[in-house]
């Protein structure tokens, strides 16, 4: 997922744009002349993610400050420099009582989610091995030694993680971007492997082709030259060209209103050229390289522009980088299909980090199918084991019934009465003594019948 470019401000507490009073340039504009709406006075502007794995704390922090006066206050006569030593920090110990109270129950919230999620981390690794110092590393934008109070240096270690992180954003980004083009390089020489010397031949012609036809296109301007803002003044604000202002066309595109072109609004400002390069539609056109494209030129204009590098382009920044010789007479801009992004040794490299990978989960697959075949093979004893025993029983209940013993069930009752066998109470009454049993020896004479007449 894309990150967007966001003000320092927003994620660096250097989001003075949304406490700063500044007053924009007075300027006269003729909302007909313009195309499309505008920017509403007062309109809330939502700000974009910063991709920061600690980004909804960090707005919430800034959120809860922001409701301090003498916090505002301090905030809006901070330089770059005093926030980022953390000078500003220090002015937390004067705020009141219920932001620091708010603040103290954020943090802990945010020690209980870091908790969480390390644990559900070890759990998960812990036949592989835990990484300690990247787990630890989950709780540098605040001091985890006192979990329950927000203090200041809370705040500097949240502004400074902050900057880091940011500021190796662009880095990652392109690193990233290369291992993209060097993975689409590498799996189209693994196809061209598996096609026949004709077919090879048609399909590296229609590479070249759509190489070719990927870099036909318009001259793109330099990013940030008078040109370039010349013809985004005149297609998308729809303004006479003649007329060109560049304070005018500052506020235009200050989108928010809050006297900063921050990034997310200069890399708006290159849609035009892109579009003379890039076509979704097209299938030699790449959306990836596109907006490689946009982040290159955004940083061009921001190294050119920014003076104090706050990642954040003044009006008076703005205006001096107008009067420059670049600004008229700016060099030719080379696109990302007139570069060469990698080399041959590093796609090489490349390709055998991917092979020790796909060794490496080779491996793991053969692995985890002799476990597999493990694990059904002791399934199918058991099973095997099952039915001999399931046989055993059954011949042992055969047997009492051949021997005339009734299969006993599950607790040794019997299952069923054999017949002339009665229950205990059920048997005969004995003629003599009631129910005494008879003497041993002695038989039982049967009954004389008084009714039959002896001779």
Request: proline share 5%.
């Amino acid at each position: 997922m894309k990150w967007l470019s966001v003000l320092p401000q927003q994620c660096l507490l250097l989001m003075t744009c949304l406490l700063m009073a500044l007053e924009a340039v007075p300027i006269d504009i003729d909302k007909t002349k313009v195309k499309g709406e505008g920017h509403v006075e007062g309109e809330k502007v939502e700000n974009p993610d910063t991709g920061l794995y600690y980004d909804e704390y960090l707005r919430q922090v800034i959120d809860v400050l922001e409701t301090d006066k003498h916090f505002r206050e301090k905030l809006q006569t901070a330089d770059i420099e005093e926030i980022k030593s953390g000078k500003l920090s220090r002015e937390l110990d004067l705020v009141s009582h219920h932001v620091r109270t708010r603040l103290d129950e954020l943090k802990r919230q945010e020690v209980a989610r870091l908790r969480m999620l390390i644990k559900a981390k070890m759990d998960s690794v812990q036949d592989t091995g835990i990484d300690h110092q990247a787990l630890l590393k989950q709780f540098e934008h605040l001091n985890h030694q006192n979990p329950d109070t927000f203090e200041p240096k809370d705040l500097d270690m949240l502004i400074k993680a902050a900057t880091s992180d940011l500021e190796n954003y662009d880095k990652t980004r392109h690193e990233e971007f290369k291992k993209y083009e060097m993975m689409k390089e590498h799996e189209r020489r693994e196809y061209l492997k598996t096609l026949d010397e004709e077919k090879r031949k048609r399909e590296e012609s229609k590479f070249e082709e759509m190489k070719k036809k990927h870099g036909d296109h318009p001259k793109v301007h330099h990013p940030g030259s008078k040109d370039q803002l010349k013809e985004v003044w005149e297609e998308a604000d729809g303004l006479d060209p003649n007329e060109f202002d560049p304070k005018t066309f500052f506020k235009l595109h200050d989108v928010n209103n809050d006297g900063f072109l921050d990034e997310q609004e200069l890399e708006a400002l290159f849609t035009k050229e892109l579009e003379k390069v890039y076509d979704p539609k097209n299938e030699e056109d790449d959306m990836v390289e596109m907006e490689e494209e946009r982040l290159r030129m955004r940083e061009h204009v921001m190294n050119e522009v920014d003076i104090n590098k706050d990642r954040l382009v003044t009006l008076e920044e703005f205006l001096r980088a107008t009067e420059k010789k670049e600004f008229l007479e700016p060099d030719s801009w080379e696109t990302l299909d007139q570069q060469q992004l990698f080399t041959e040794d590093e796609l090489k490299e490349f390709e055998n980090h991917i092979s020790q990978q796909e060794d490496e989960l080779r491996k793991k697959a053969e692995e985890l199918q002799k476990q597999k075949e493990e694990l059904q093979r002791q399934h199918d004893q058991l099973q095997a084991q099952k039915q001999e025993l399931q046989q055993v029983v059954k011949q042992m209940e055969q047997k009492k019934l051949q021997q005339g013993n009734p299969p006993a069930g599950p607790g040794g009752e019997l299952k069923f009465q054999p017949p002339g066998e009665h229950k205990v109470g059920d048997a005969p009454k004995h003629p003599v003594g009631g129910d005494q049993p008879l003497p041993p020896g002695h038989v039982q004479e049967p009954a004389v019948r008084t009714d039959q007449v002896h001779p």
